[in-house]
Every structure is written in C-alpha cells, then in structure tokens.
C-alpha cells in the first residue's frame, strides 16, 4: 500500500480498483484530479475506498505530503453527511463511483489553495529525492565492479548527489512541518469543503445510481462487464446539465410512482375467498365477536380461541388481470425544449415505475412534425440489464420541429395490435394542439373501442386546451397545466394513479 494513501486497503482491493479505474467516470476523476493535486490517484482510491468497502479504516500513519488528506477523511468519517452516503454506496460500486468523482470535483475546488500548493510542493520535493535515492543505488552497484580510474569519478558523482539529497531531506522535513501546520490550521476549512462535497456526491449519486440500477435486486451480482458499462453511462448523465435535471426530477417522481403503488396495495391487495375456523383475531365474523359483548358466551370465545375454532374469513390476493402497453408519445417539438421536455421525460420516467411495478411494456414514442421520423424505444421490464441503456437513449433523444399527433398516434395503434393484448394506456404529452382529419378520428375511435385502450392527453401551457375539439374527439381525459412548477407535481401523481 502506498504511504500516500490514507485508507487502508490491501492487494485484492488494489485490483478490483485497477479493473475499474479504466471507466471514462474513475478516468476523468483522476484526470481533474491531476490538475490540482500531484496525489490525484490516491485521493481517488482513498474516497471510492472509503465510500465502497464494508468498514473502511483510517491509516494510522501517512506520508507527510498526505497530510491533509488525512485531516479530510478524518472530518470525512465524523459527519452524519458521509454516514448518509454511505447507506447508498456501501459494497455498491456504481454509487461510490458516481460519489467519488462528484466529492474529488468539488473538494478539490474548495481546499484552501496555499494549502494544496504547499502540498504540491512537498509532494514533488519527495519524489525528487526519491530519482535521487535511485540513482546513487545505481551508481553504488557500478562501484563495485569498476576500474580505479572509473571508480573515482563515479564516486565523486555520488558525493555531490549524496549532498544534494541531504539537502533536500531538511527541505522536506522543513515543508513537512508547514504542511501538517497549515493542515491544522485550516481544520475548519477543511471540514466545511468536506460538508459541501459529501452534500454534493450524496445529490449527484442518489438519482443517478437509481437509474442505473433498475431491475437488479439488493445484493444480486454484477458482471465486471456491466459494472463498466454503467459507469460509462453515469459519466454521460453526469456530463450533461439536462439530463442531470431530468433525473434528478425524475428520482423524486420514480419515489412518488412506488408511494402510490403502496398505497393501492394497502387499500385493494385481496378479498374475502371463504369462511374458516382458526385462531386469527384480526378477521373474525362479526357473530364471533358479538359473543364478547355476552357475560355468558365470554368463556366459550376463550375455549374456541385457545382451541383454533373461532369462525374466521379466509382471504386470498386479487388476481390481476393481464394489461397491455403503456404508450408514452413526447412532443419534440422547438417550444418544448427546455422544462416542458424536462418534465415530460422526468414524469415518463415515473410511468415507467408504475410498469416495471405492475409488468407492463414501455414503449416511449418521441414525435415532431409529420415530415420527422419518429423514435420508438422500447422498454420491456422483464429484460432488466437492458434497462438503464434503454432509459438513457429515451431521455436523451430531442427532435425539435413541429408537431402532428395523426403519426405518433398511428404508430402506437400499431403498437397495440401487434401485441394482441386489451387495456393498453396512450398518454400523450405536448404544449401545442394539431388538427387531425375526419377520416382518421373515425379510424382511430373504432378502433379505441375495438381494442379497449385508453387515451390521457398532458397540453402544457395552452389555456381552454381541456376543451379542444380535436383532443376530445380521442382523449379520455384531458389534463391542462399551465404552469408546471405550480401544477406539474399535481398531474404527474394522478396520471400514476390511473396507471396502477
């Protein structure tokens, strides 16, 4: 282990690490790092260490020059802040690795400057000498087995090496001394550039590991493979603003989504399937609890109850019916560019929970004008691993154009019939109103009630658009926000509800 590294580790993490550590996320990281600090790649391996393995330790003696690194991750360990993190990157390493390269960025911006420069100074200093140390070795081994002449020279070169090695060995013990001085005095620096930075890995990998790791289970495996593959992807939702807005909103509707499913569960889960005799005090008939109420029946409650024979309901889950796709069609439209199409992929992201919930087909459809091509992702959530890929190539996706709702609509009645299954849902979500035919609102109506889907229609920003004529003619339901910072959680909750 390096005397430069302030968590203790071993071999084995060292090569978990190196296996990793080649990932566009771990390699910017410590190429930002690189920048600041000439300790980059122990500051990287010491805050994933620190976030990933199960009960991370302090070392209990450093190199001078890791100091300061010191005095952080023993601020680091002390904060409620890291205790939080730490409940969602323990043994995870998508989350610590999303965590690391968020902390490093912001510490590294917030560290007193003098600090990491008289650090820098140190760190450099020692590895002079150690080019130095190396090279007297070198010249010691060829003293050996040199000729006189040879030999002199050799060691009149080694004495001017030595001096200046001895030089710098009071350099650094003088640059020690600053640095584990300033390192103390900058304490409460140190700790406030911690707070900050736990704060921001805490927001950076909450959304974006919970993307990231739909479909696999607390404590299921992970291929190296896939492991990499998802940090590639973290680097590329960590590298756009909008799309970290996207998921960011998108985590609080993915929370709102399973609240909703919980709630339906508790309130409709099962029915009553027949009458048993039992023991069960919480589903007796009301005949059986009428006999406490009777001085003289009291007793053979009792006797039935210690004998398992009070009358009781027996109850078996509903069986659910089977439903099809959810059809989420997303204007792509110039105007919706911006929070309109933030919200819309945020709030299809929350539909997607209610599918991944009940086992129902996605299928995001996304639709400009009529002249645009469409894209159709599609998202089956019994094929898990393909999951995030899928998510990120739905969200990152923008036409921009007009818009026309004959083709987007078209294309998810094909959708429909193709999958041979009734109770598909359409929900449409746009901030402009297009005209459609006679003929086709015929079609599509008939067949609507042939195939019995539903259609909810979102227009943002439209005033009266609940009273179209053209969204009447196909809608079931019509929602009309017209301020989405105001109205949009609102919508977004009902539209889950109809779902589930």
Known sequence: MNDRNVIVHDRLDEMFFTEISDSKLIKEAEDTASEKTKLATELVQDTFFSLYKYAPRLCEEVAPEAQPHLVAFSKVFELD?????????????ISSGIATAAFIQKLLELLPEDLREKQNQLAEEQDNLKQIQQQIAGLKYLME??????????????????????????????????????ARQYSKEIEKAVKMSLREARDKAKDTSDVLSWGLEPGS?????????????????????????????????????????????EQVSSEIYSIRR????????????????????????LMDLMNGKL????????????????????????SMEGEKEIWSKAVAIGIFTTCYQEGRKFIGIHFSSRYDPLITIEIDPSQSREIPS????????????????????????EIIQSEGMKKAD??????????????????????????????????????????DDTLLGFSDLIYNPLD???????????????LY
């Open 81 to 93: 802040e890291f205790k939080s993190l730490r409940a969602k990157t323990r043994m995870n390493v």
């Open 145 to 182: 087995n040199a000729p006189p002449q040879k030999k002199a020279q050799l060691q009149s070169t080694m004495q001017k090496l030595q001096a200046k090695a001895n030089q710098m060995k009071r350099d650094i013990s003088s640059l020690s001394s600053q640095v584990k001085e300033m």
């Open 221 to 265: 495996p992970e291929t190296l493979e896939n492991i990499k593959q998802k940090l590639e992807m973290a680097q590329m939702f960590l590298q756009d603003e909008k799309l970290q807005k996207i998921i960011q909103m998108a985590g609080k509707y993915k929370r709102l989504a399973l609240s909703i499913k919980k709630q339906k569960i």
């Open 278 to 301: 039992d023991a069960d005090v919480n589903r007796l008939l009301p005949s059986e609890i009428a006999k406490l109420a009777v001085p003289e029946l009291r007793s053979l409650f």
């Open 311 to 334: 009358l009781s309901y027996e109850i078996k889950a509903k069986e659910k019916m089977g439903k099809g796709p959810v059809i989420v069609l997303i204007d792509n439209s110039g």
């Open 390 to 413: 899928k998510i990120y190539k739905f969200i990152s996706r923008f036409i921009g154009g007009g818009t026309d709702f004959e083709k987007p609509l078209n294309r998810a009645l």
């Open 426 to 467: 359409i929900i449409m979500i746009t901030d402009g109103i297009s005209t459609v035919s006679d003929q086709w609102l015929e079609r599509f109506r008939s067949a609507k009630e042939e195939l019995d889907f539903k259609v909810m229609s979102v227009v943002i920003g439209q005033p009266g658009a609940y009273a």
């Open 484 to 498: 989405l910072l105001m109205e949009g959680d609102e919508v977004a909750i009902s539209i889950f509800e109809k």
